[in-house]
């Protein structure tokens, strides 16, 4: 039997598995406490969790299936299932991803990028210049989107350098290529990534609170630059570069050759630019315009389209990752539904309540502790940013009655832990962008690895400082409380 054969036998039996403990909850007496409806929703949910672990089908035809299930058994309102696609955050995403296929059709990105690395010409510049070229890269909210743009590149750079895959030259230049493209800018910006768009979705339903483009940017750049700061330094302290390879890339001209030979901008260039620093001033002026981030990429995203002003042709909606799109606005659904029946409740006291409550005598670190500990289970049980679906509305649901502190709801940002927290990987084959570089060859596997796992615990600690700077931000500034 093939592997690929071999696979779908274990997809199958996982699902038939999945719907067989769903369908005994329609069956089971819901226990005492418990409500009915909301019983029945959790036996809807498993299966689609499962779902969501194999990628059976897409994640976002699987959160709409959920949806439509649980309307179509009139558990709740089909108003109240749908209520995610009302909200602004799936139309920031949809209108970021336009803005990220204009400046990879024209070629814009490629160009920020070569122009960055070109002129941070040495091994830490080069490290640098990795984060800085992700920041221009800020409206692609596609982690593997990003990595297919700046791989090349870094497979340039170790031509030039005769490719010495087992130095640890390679190692730590890989993986900070890796860590700004997954993690820096995914984290920062609320269009870094979807993962980010699906917590403040979450935390939105559940608290009625929220957080404009640049109040998450205030929120968070902090903590970003912190986890930053100690991913680049982690990787030299865990093996130091060469320095015969740091000296030879000062010689190095791959950069700047790339950069010369995409010649002058051209005028879409020109337009794309244009457009993507107006959505960077709407999203930015929105709380005084009264104007969402998400109205404000439609806005743009129009204009990209738009015949003798815009770059793209009407069949680069297909290059929209819809897939995700659906994907944000179903989860924000998912959260309604289980608020509406009581199941975020009755989850959050039976599976973070455990973890979380004796940690909390110990204050606010053990409180990041704990959630260190359920967002690392979640990143396991589930791909990112199911792991978010799974993780968030818990977190969030026992700090609104947590009685730690006089303002629980601050405490609810804590929930921000678990963004962060899914950047901090093992293992390469847990986040997708890792694919794409590792594909280029420009770095070992086993010892690149073994960096993967030295640096969990620096990450972790990092992940811990940049919550409690968060909260921090947070309850100076009242945003999103």
């Not at 700047?256 to 337009?271: S, V």
């Not at 179903?330 to 959260?335: F, K, L, Q, S």
């Not at 455990?354 to 110990?362: K, R």
Request: aromatic share 10%.
């Amino acid at each position: 039997m093939s592997d690929q054969a071999s696979r779908s036998n274990r997809v199958y039996l996982l699902l038939l598995a999945g719907v067989i403990v769903g369908a005994a909850f329609f069956f089971i007496p819901a226990p005492a406490g418990v409500n009915v409806n909301g019983w029945h929703v959790l036996g809807l949910l498993i299966p689609i969790v499962m779902v969501w672990a194999t990628e059976a089908i897409p994640v976002g035809v699987a959160s709409m299936l959920f949806l439509a299930l649980v309307v179509a058994f009139q558990l709740v309102k089909p108003e109240v299932a749908f209520q995610g696609f009302t909200n602004h955050l799936v139309w920031l995403m949809a209108g970021a991803f336009a803005i990220g296929a204009a400046m990879q059709q024209t070629g814009l990105s490629k160009r920020m990028t070569y122009f960055l690395l070109s002129k941070l010409n040495s091994f830490w510049g080069l490290n640098i210049a990795a984060y800085a070229a992700n920041v221009c890269l800020m409206a692609v909210p596609s982690s593997s989107a990003r990595s297919g743009i700046l791989s090349p590149v870094l497979s340039s750079i170790m031509d030039t350098m005769g490719r010495p895959n087992k130095s640890n030259f390679s190692r730590i230049l890989t993986y900070n290529f890796c860590n700004a493209t997954n993690a820096f800018v995914g984290t920062a910006f609320l269009t870094g990534g979807a993962g980010n768009a699906v917590m403040l979705g979450l935390y939105t339903q559940l608290t009625g609170k929220t957080l404009g483009w640049s109040q998450w940017f205030l929120v968070m750049v902090i903590p970003s630059i912190i986890y930053a700061v100690f991913a680049i330094c982690g990787s030299a302290m865990f093996g130091r570069p060469e320095p015969e390879l740091v000296e030879k890339v000062k010689d190095s001209r791959a950069t700047k050759e790339a950069f010369a030979e995409l010649g002058p901008m051209t005028a879409n260039e020109w337009k794309v630019l244009g457009m993507f620093l107006l959505a960077i001033v709407l999203w930015i002026a929105g709380d005084a315009l009264k104007l969402s981030p998400g109205f404000a990429s439609l806005i743009v995203m129009g204009l990209l389209f738009l015949p003798g002003i815009g770059v793209l042709p009407g069949k680069a909606l297909r290059d929209i990752n819809w897939d995700i799109t659906l994907l944000i606005g179903a989860v924000v659904g998912v959260a309604g539904i289980l608020n509406a029946t009581g199941m975020t409740k009755v989850l959050s006291k039976a599976l973070v309540g455990p973890i979380l409550d004796p940690l909390a005598h110990f204050g606010l670190i053990g409180i990041a502790v704990g959630a260190v500990v359920i967002s690392l289970i979640a990143h396991f049980l589930l791909p990112a940013p199911n792991n978010l679906t799974l993780a968030v509305p818990l977190l969030i649901t026992w700090g609104l009655k947590a009685e730690h502190l006089s303002a629980a709801v601050v405490l609810a940002f804590l929930g921000l832990i678990a963004v962060l927290n899914d950047k901090l990987v093992m293992f390469p084959y847990q986040m997708p962008p890792y694919y794409v570089y590792l594909a280029q060859d420009v770095t070992d596997g086993p010892r690149f690895n073994s960096l993967l796992v030295k640096m969990y615990v620096p990450l972790a600690i990092a992940t811990i400082i940049g919550a409690f700077v968060a909260y921090l931000i947070v309850s100076a500034t009242g945003f999103g409380i």
